[in-house]
């Protein structure tokens, strides 16, 4: 999941390119390059491994144009290095390709026409530049090459830009399965894989849907669908405050994002709480009211916020939930009921696993959708028949926080809805108002006492290699998600469990000073957790206890303000991406690009 870029007609085209990488590089950030045409002759490749501050280095002031494409990777095919960066180019020097995506047959294609070609990288995108270069040279129009190249990639996702330096001013982009937008310029156009890459030059975008290729000049966006015809579409407007994205004074987005989630909260009460009560689309409340059962579907941080949504479901609505893990439930094979309704959460409304299903839920099993997505206008949104946006923000640092608890904080107001309308006790006793209020209160409580947590994961987690978060219940599906925090970026292997899970196997890893942090919110089960922590203790393990006030006891390390129960996981949870950020600033780890990982997972 790599982020791509293309300028056409603006004379600092490098500069813009090389912005536009930057808003892109949390999609991938282990080589980076430009291409840049002066449209007289004169042209320029730049490439570099690693962060883009290593690209921007190479490039010296000459490097001008006014026609470019750009990429950052995440690499699939290649190890990260300068030759296997984009652009990619043609044996003969006449195309360059950048590419955000998978070719799942370049190993067939290049063994069937590419016989005796010069290869410079190991990537499966070097064959697509190739091939276009083949068909060309046997005297197809550079337009006909694409096409006839793009037609022969079997199952793949893409997002292309290419461009031919016998036509320096036309861009060439193909999509399918990637994101792409155009942005729309007076004067110019502009490529990108996000609009967040291109909102410092324009703020209107036209989407693109798969198997589309568009010709892409100064003045001009023409659109085809995969049959050649002509597509004419409305552009949008993003109206996302190019500031927001901006970190500011702190030394990480973590951070700052961790810190936003008690304002998160309180715009989320603005925006869907009118009068003490949920305020959704009609439609939207009236076909979740009457789904006989729930899918949560999600990747990683999302999955997690599922979990808590399948309790809210069951507790205030009534209604059968289940949740399933994305990348898994594409190829499964299961019994959809008459009457199911299929939910997808996804800060980035892009990651591919959760798109496989919503194809599946929309053209196999013919279910209603319901996108919950920080994105506006991203593929899950567009896609679904129904979105409802977070409200968050730009969350650009890898590991998802605000997000997470925003995620929760709308699935606790639609299943609220949905119960009110089925006269579930539950949902009729509880003061949205006040809960979300207090919600946010007890947020700022945690932020605003962080140096406490601070000096906890110094004593705990600067030299573990291991470590354990347990909880139940609600507690349970917390702890999975503060282990992941700690496990992306600070690289200890946490595990998540549920506590009274432990004995029956995992209880074996503890050895003395093995870091377990217990989670206790939910009352119900606050002693079994309490006898769970305690056969940890007397193996030698270092235990930390997160506890809702009015549960605590002696000894108790952190005690987190209380609110309702089904609210407590958007206060414990910050406990937990706090001990995260503090532990991996004490290995010296960066915090918002951890190895090996992306924002948004756009291939499967
Ligand atoms: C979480 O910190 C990770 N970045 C990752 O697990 C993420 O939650 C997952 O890739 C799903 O992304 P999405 O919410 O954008 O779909």
Known sequence: MCGIVGVNGLNNATSVLVNGLKKLEYRGYDSAGIYVNEQNGK??????????????????????GSVGIGHTRWATHGIPSVENAHPHFSQDDRFYLVHNGVIENYLELRETYLKGVHFESETDTEVVVQLVDKFSNNGLSTPDAFRKTISLLKN???????????????????????????????DFNVVCSDALAMLDVTDSFLELHDKEVVTVTKNDVKIENENGEKITRKPFKVNIDPAAADKGAYPYYMLKEIDEQPAVMRRIQGKYLDNNEPKFDAKLIKQLTYATKLYIVGAGTSYHAGLVGKKLFEKLAKTPTEVVVAS?????????????????????????????????????????????????NSTLAREADNAVTLEAGPEIAVASTKAYTAQIAVEVLLATAVGRIKDIAAAKEIDLNEQFSQTANAMQVVVDEKDQIQKIAEDNL????????????????????????????????????????????????IEKGTPVIGIITQAATADNSRSNLQEVLSRGANVINIVREGLAK???????????????PLVSVVVGQL??????????????????????????
């Open 43 to 64: 042209d320029h490749l730049v490439k570099a491994q690693g962060k883009i501050i290593n690209l921007e280095n190479k490039i010296t002031d000459d490097v001008q």
């Open 156 to 186: 793949s996702s893409y997002a292309f830009i290419l461009m031919d330096r016998e036509q320096p001013d036309v861009l060439y982009v193909a999509k399918n399965k990637s994101p792409l937008l155009i942005g729309l310029g007076s």
């Open 328 to 376: 898994e439930f594409a190829y499964d094979d299961p019994i959809i009921e008459d009457g199911a309704m299929f939910i997808f959460l996804s800060q980035s409304g892009e990651t591919a696993d959760s798109r496989q299903v919503l194809v599946r839920a929309t053209n196999e099993w013919k279910v209603p959708t319901l996108t919950i997505t920080n994105v506006d």
């Open 462 to 509: 600067a030299k573990t290699r291991n470590a354990f978060y347990i909880g139940r219940g609600l507690d349970y599906n917390v702890a999975l998600e503060t282990s992941l925090k700690l496990k992306e970026i600070s690289y200890i292997q946490a595990e998540g469990f549920a506590a009274g899970e432990l004995k029956h196997g995992t209880i074996a890893l």
């Open 554 to 568: 002696d000894g108790d390390q952190i005690i987190i303000p209380s609110v309702d129960e089904i609210m407590m």
């Open 579 to 604: 001990m995260a950020y503090y532990a991996t600033l004490l290995r010296g780890y960066n915090v918002d690009q951890p190895r090996n990982l992306a924002k948004s997972v756009t291939v499967e």
